[in-house]
């Protein structure tokens, strides 16, 4: 039996959370790429979370989670009319990535404050763990 389950899950959450805050920051440093290696303008990126069963867990059903799959937003690239830009088309118009920078904002705050809320956990734990230590010395 494994005691120390909850920093293990705590752990995943925190690794799931570091993960999801460099897709954003990604995200937002390519918010005007208009070329990609694959061609066309950048697309914007989200992390898709799944549970991970914790080796040696104690209690039934507790899992932690990890970060399943970084899939591609299919949403349409914004047209913006740019004529002297290299990337325009016969038209003027030049395909911009599908970033909606206050969306992105808002998702990194969310991020921020769940990876705030994973230490949280992990420090009262820790805690628990050294008033139960601090109770065989007495």
Same mark, same amino acid.
């Given at each position: 039996?494994d005691s ?27 918010? +005007? ?5 694959? *061609? ?23 899992? *932690? ?7 591609? &937003? ?10 002297? +830009?290299?990337?325009?088309?016969? &038209? ?29 956990a992990f ?16």
């Amino acid at each position: 039996m494994d005691s120390f389950v909850v920093f293990k899950i705590s752990a995943s959450a925190l690794d799931a959370q570091r993960a999801r805050m460099n897709t954003i920051a990604s995200n937002m440093a390519n918010v +005007h790429s208009t070329r990609t290696q694959a *061609g066309g303008p950048y697309r914007r990126k989200d992390v898709v979370f799944s549970a991970m069963p914790v080796k040696s867990n104690p209690v039934e059903g507790l899992e *932690g989670v990890k970060v399943a799959e970084i899939v591609e &937003d299919t949403a349409p690239s914004r047209m913006v009319y740019e004529p002297g +830009h290299p990337d325009a088309d016969k &038209d003027g118009y030049v395909g911009m990535p599908n970033i909606n920078v206050i969306e992105e904002m808002v998702n990194m705050m969310m991020a921020v404050r769940a990876y705030e809320a994973s230490v949280a956990a992990f420090n009262m734990s820790k805690g628990m763990f050294m008033k139960t230590l601090e109770i065989g010395r007495y």
